[in-house]
């Protein structure tokens, strides 16, 4: 496992965080046996929001447990909006959603929180304001936005120097090989993925802000289960709202050079889509939801696939 630093953060961070938007995390069952694995395979970032429904819960209970909460890093995420797509971004609800996730979560701070969407009617300096002013009560670190433009990023932090505030430090888009061409849960969904965001992947290079990847197998078209001979089972394989963000002929494409590549250096197209988000020139973390040992201890091997250059631009089309 590799580790790195994020600011406002008092622990190494894998770069890999377990995601846990996924069952048996969401039903709130009983997940205690794969993050036992997960967590004894190095990963120690964890990924959760207060939308998830029972991951909060099933994911603080087994902390509880175990006792295990200060050598871990969270990171949940607050204000996401209303079933009936009511923003959110406020203090109120920003506080709500802490005040709830810390519970559940049982831990009286969240290392890495983040809101969930952005909402471009509240002025960006209010937001640091808040965010700052739960850092210095002590109930999280690093904080910042998932599903934020870098112009509003730019915004937020303008105004944190202005006034000698902290800024935002983290960032958590949808990245990864595959281009995200439509929306697929709606409410505001960012990628920086696809030739169209060239200028958004330049800001995070120069800026070296982590960027915590989302969908980083584009919600499974680059996991090895979709088959570029076979498009017309997608849909059936990843879901509607993944097949209507991903499948589309250039990711067909790129998928057929991930298989074409994975054989040629003897590993998956999984580990071949991972190796290109950990070889990218930003500071790349990834989040991965993995059912099986095996599986996460792929997505950890991928770590040392070398991709030179020109093997990076061919399998981006480029």
């Known amino acids: 496992m590799e580790y790195r630093d994020i600011p406002y953060v008092d622990k190494k961070v894998s770069r890999i965080f377990f995601g846990t938007a996924m069952e048996p995390f969401l039903s709130g069952g009983d997940g205690s046996g794969l993050l036992d694995v997960v967590y004894g395979l190095g990963v120690n970032a964890f990924d959760t929001a207060r939308v998830y429904k029972g991951a909060e819960k099933v994911l603080g209970d087994w902390m509880e447990?175990?006792?295990?909460?200060?050598e871990l890093v969270?990171?949940?995420k607050c204000g996401h909006p209303t079933p009936d797509w009511k923003k959110r971004v406020n203090e109120r609800e920003m506080r709500r959603d802490f005040e709830i996730s810390s519970g559940y979560l049982h831990t009286d701070y969240i290392?890495?929180?983040l809101l969930h969407r952005d909402d471009p009617e509240v002025d960006a300096g209010e937001i640091v304001e808040i965010f700052n002013a739960m850092h210095a009560e002590?109930?999280?670190g690093a904080f910042g936005g998932s599903n934020w433009t870098c112009r509003r990023i730019e915004e937020a932090n303008e105004y944190?120097?202005?006034?000698?505030?902290i800024p935002f430090t983290v960032s958590s888009p949808q990245f990864g090989l595959a281009d995200q061409v439509d929306d697929p849960w709606g409410g505001g969904c960012i990628s920086i993925s696809g030739p169209l965001n060239g200028e958004e992947r330049e800001w995070y290079r120069k800026t070296s802000m982590p960027v915590i990847a989302y969908s980083s197998l584009a919600h499974g078209f680059l996991s090895g289960k979709v088959k570029s001979d076979a498009?017309?089972?997608a849909r059936e394989i990843i879901g509607s709202e993944a097949d209507r963000a991903y499948a589309c002929e250039e990711n067909f494409r790129r998928l057929k050079r991930c298989e074409e590549m994975a054989e040629k250096k003897g590993c998956t197209v999984a580990q071949i889509a991972m190796a290109w988000i950990y070889r990218q020139k930003?500071?790349?973390?990834a989040v991965v939801s993995a059912s099986k040992e095996e599986r996460m201890r792929d997505n950890i091997e991928a770590l040392s696939i070398e991709l030179s250059s020109e093997e990076l631009e061919w399998l981006d089309l480029a």
């Not at 944190?160 to 505030?165: F, M, Q, S, T, V």
């Not at 930003?282 to 973390?285: A, H, P, Q, S």
């Open 65 to 70: 447990k175990r006792g295990n909460r200060d």
């Open 74 to 76: 969270i990171l949940s």
């Open 111 to 113: 290392d890495i929180y």
């Open 138 to 140: 002590g109930k999280i």
């Open 160 to 165: 944190a120097y202005k006034h000698n505030l």
């Open 231 to 233: 498009p017309e089972n």
């Open 282 to 285: 930003l500071n790349t973390f």
